[in-house]
């Protein structure tokens, strides 16, 4: 399978997990290409995607979007370290959801523990990156990150 076709499959998974865990109007962006660095946000989750498909997916918004978030899914405000767990777990559950969309088109695809990243970083080492913005109905705006890495062929 040609890794357009990876790329692909990994977007159409992320947005159908998005749709499946925030339970709140959804709208996406067109997505674009972004090569480094990667200038993320004051609260992103990363996690590591493994298999047929390997790479990263990342979660950047700030905190008072996850927040609101939290209270959309949990029915009350987070902050603080609360926040930051809620953060990782909204992660596994997109990240989750995904490994499973992209075992119905035949790619295994597992995912590795959430790392929550806090404050203003720089990400390096990736060659590009498709963004995909994602707008939540009265809640705000944030940004999905997927670096896919790719084979390098003989």
């Known amino acids: 399978m040609a890794v357009t076709a990876h790329a692909a499959s990994v977007l159409n998974g992320t947005i159908s997990a998005v749709k499946s865990v925030i339970p709140a ?7 674009f290409l972004l090569r480094q660095p990667l200038e993320q946000a004051s609260l992103s989750v990363l996690i590591g995607m493994t298999g047929d498909v390997r ?7 700030n905190e008072e979007i996850m927040s609101k978030i939290a209270e959309l899914m949990f ?13 990782a777990e909204l992660g596994n559950m997109i990240a989750g959801n995904l490994a499973t969309h992209t075992a119905a088109s035949s790619m295994e695809m597992d995912i590795t523990p ?5 404050g203003t ?6 060659e590009k990156a498709i963004v995909l913005p994602v707008s939540i109905e009265q809640t705000g705006s944030l940004d999905i990150v997927l670096i896919i890495e790719t084979e390098e062929t003989a």
């Open 25 to 31: 109007g959804i709208s996406f962006g067109d997505p």
């Open 55 to 61: 790479g990263r997916l990342i979660i950047e918004a």
């Open 75 to 87: 029915g009350m405000p987070l902050q603080g370290e609360m926040l930051e767990s809620f953060s």
């Open 114 to 118: 959430p790392t929550v990243l806090i």
């Open 121 to 126: 970083t720089k990400m390096y080492g990736f």
